[in-house]
């Protein structure tokens, strides 16, 4: 494996963004413009977006990376520079990591723009430490990223790809605690909701635990995110039959 | 004198997609330094040798050598350049940046890059983004790909479709040239006439080979005074 070859994918996906102003808008404006939303929503009731903002800066990352991420590479798989670049010295975990970083640091700037808007002009007040609400972000960036590179090999066409997004991240978002504190679910429901890495990124946001907990929270994300990277890279295929 | 080394050794090739045999037991060698042109009709299975001399598509049995090893080992990676049917390359990215990231990849120094733009004469669209380019252009461009480095043997699946006639006599002097210093190239193409400019012809028929021999010898054999003829001829023979 060599880090060059992984910086130069990682570029390579970068200039491609950097020639879509568009995306970039629609990356940074979105959640900024969503969370700015809730906050003016929840005015009258005093207290509550201190509760609700820093539980969708984790939600954000994960929907918004997991879209871009399965489209990207989906696009590389079909139009045939994924086949090109395996009949080249390219090791497969250099394309996955080169994926990873790249849709890594634009998580970071997204949710470093997100929270800083969100602290100062939208007033958000939370007994948390910012930074770990940024590393949970950041966490959810990259979950979003690793699964949207493991399901796209499921699609066959971006629009398939998209339909993804509702069978992958609503039952999250119905489980993870979002809507319903996950104590509460049905027995066999709350084993489902305890392990799914959404309500990892929610635990580890949830403000006056041990440190031990968040450790143990971080872990989890990390895991799934080791696992749909492997995943994503076994199916990267250099022979078809 | 000894005979040139092999640059492709393939032998009793068979290839089944889904149930469907696409190449029956082929065999033929190519030398070193040749340029040899793939003809055959539609869905003949042209794509599908090219990309199992690659590695990848999967051999169902038989053995294909490309420059004495195994197809698919990965020391052939750097030593093949491949041009596939569809463009392959990245629509959002620059020309130039297109070259640059495949030049890294590939560890060749970065002067290819201008090298290879100018063999395919595209040096004037360097800053152009790709999905703002001509079918012809873009066809030019991942021909730049496949030339990065100099690899010793060149694999192109139609690198002549949409041009025009200036310019596919330019890239056949191209190939020649590369092939008289020494670079091995197989090349598809549907059109006879600049088909005929190679030095051997391999004609494939639903997955059989039908005639392995010079352009001349083609005409000779069919007694026919134009390549267009002489290939239907050989196809309606066939069948
Ligand atoms: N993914 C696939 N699965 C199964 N069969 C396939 C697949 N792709 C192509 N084929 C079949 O393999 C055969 C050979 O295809 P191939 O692409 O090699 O032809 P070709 O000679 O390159 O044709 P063309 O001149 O149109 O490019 C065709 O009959 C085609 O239908
Ligand atoms: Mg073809």
Wanted: net charge positive; glycine share 8%.
């Amino acid at each position: 494996m060599s880090l060059r070859r992984t910086w130069l994918t990682m570029r390579r996906i970068l200039q491609q963004l950097g020639h879509d102003p568009r995306t970039i808008a629609l990356l940074l404006v979105v959640p900024s413009a969503l969370m700015g939303l809730l906050a003016w929503s929840l005015v009258n009731r005093p207290g509550s977006f201190g509760v609700l903002g820093p539980r969708l800066l984790g939600v954000f990352p994960l929907i918004i990376m997991f879209l871009v991420t399965s489209v990207t590479t989906l696009r590389e798989r079909t139009n045939g520079t994924l086949e090109r670049l395996l009949t080249m010295p390219l090791v497969k975990a250099e394309l996955i990591l080169g994926y990873a970083a790249a849709f890594g640091l634009v998580a970071i700037v997204q949710s470093a723009l997100v929270s800083t808007l969100s602290y100062t002009w939208y007033g958000l007040v939370h007994q948390g430490i910012p930074w770990r609400i940024s590393a949970v972000a950041l966490c959810a960036g990259l979950l979003g990223t690793a699964f949207g590179l493991a399901l796209s090999a499921l699609a066959k066409t971006e629009f398939q790809a998209v339909q993804f997004m509702p069978a992958f991240i609503l039952p999250q978002l119905l489980l993870c605690g979002l809507m319903v504190p996950v104590a509460l679910l049905p027995t066999a429901l709350r084993y489902v909701a305890n392990v799914l890495p959404m309500t990892a990124a929610l635990h580890a946001i949830n403000p006056l635990q041990s440190t031990s907990y968040y450790l143990e929270q971080f872990c989890v994300m990390v895991a799934y995110i080791m696992a749909a990277l492997f995943i994503g890279s076994t199916t990267l295929r250099r022979r078809t039959k | 004198m000894a005979p040139p080394p092999l640059a492709i050794e393939v032998s009793q090739l068979r290839v089944v997609r889904q149930h469907s045999v696409i190449l029956k037991s082929l065999s033929f060698t190519v030398a070193a330094g040749e340029l040899v042109g793939l003809l055959g009709p539609s869905g003949s299975g042209k794509s599908t040798l090219m990309r199992s001399l690659l590695g990848v598509q999967t051999i169902t049995s038989g053995s294909a050598l490309a420059l004495g090893d195994k197809v698919g080992t990965p020391a052939l990676r750097r030593r093949i350049g491949y041009m596939a049917q569809s463009s392959a390359i990245y629509l959002d990215l620059t020309v130039r940046e297109n070259l640059a990231y495949f030049a890294g990849v590939l560890g060749v120094d970065i002067s290819q890059v201008e090298h290879t733009m100018h063999i395919v004469n595209l040096h004037s669209f360097a800053g152009r983004l790709v999905s703002s380019l001509s079918g012809g252009e873009r066809s030019r461009v991942s021909l730049a790909v496949a030339l990065l480095g100099a690899p010793p043997l060149l694999i192109l699946d139609e690198p002549t479709v949409g041009l025009d006639p200036v310019l596919r006599r330019d890239l056949w002097q191209t190939f020649a040239q590369l092939a008289g210093d020494g670079t091995t190239v197989l090349v598809s193409s549907h059109v006879m006439d600049e088909a005929a400019r190679c030095g051997r012809l391999l004609l494939l028929r639903e997955g059989n080979l039908l005639f392995d021999d010079t352009p001349a010898q083609l005409l000779a054999r069919t007694r026919m005074d134009s390549y267009d003829e002489a290939f239907v001829r050989l196809i309606e023979e066939a069948s």
